[in-house]
Nanobody, 124 residues
Framework: QVQLVESGGGLVQAGGSLRLSCAAS????????MAWFRQAPGKAREFVSA???????YYGDPVKGRFTISMDNAKNTMYLQMSGLKPEDTAVYYC??????????????????WGQGTQVTVSS
């Protein structure tokens, strides 16, 4: 079994920065694509960013140029560096591991393993 645990969320003022971490564990852990999603109250879960095994990165339009995804393979930990935060970035942020063999990377339905989420709140 794979376990994903997010950390690093919190309250920050608009324009500030936060770094989220996602620690992966489990005897069978490997990955092809890992991703961050977020969900605000009353809204659908939204793709934020993804990274593949060749360190290719993908970003949703709302976060391009402000967020940076990275992976430390030695620590089995994924990061999301968030800068220039806006009130509309307020959400619960989840990390996820993509289901092998399923096409696409931008839908939550394409991911099998999920963390419990970490709250990010940006005040104006």
């Amino acid at each position: 079994q794979v376990q994903l645990v997010e950390s690093g969320g919190g309250l920050v003022q608009a324009g500030g920065s936060l770094r989220l971490s996602c620690a992966a564990s489990g005897s069978s852990f490997d990955y092809r694509i890992m991703a961050w999603f977020r969900q605000a109250p009353g809204k659908a879960r939204e793709f934020v960013s993804a990274i593949d095994g060749n360190d290719r990165t993908y970003y949703g339009d709302p976060v391009k140029g402000r967020f940076t995804i990275s992976m430390d393979n030695a620590k089995n930990t994924m990061y999301l560096q968030m800068s220039g935060l806006k009130p509309e970035d307020t959400a619960v942020y989840y990390c996820a591991r993509k289901t092998p063999g399923v096409a696409g990377i931008f839908s939550s339905a394409q991911y099998r393993n999920w963390g419990q989420g970490t709250q990010v709140t940006v005040s104006s």
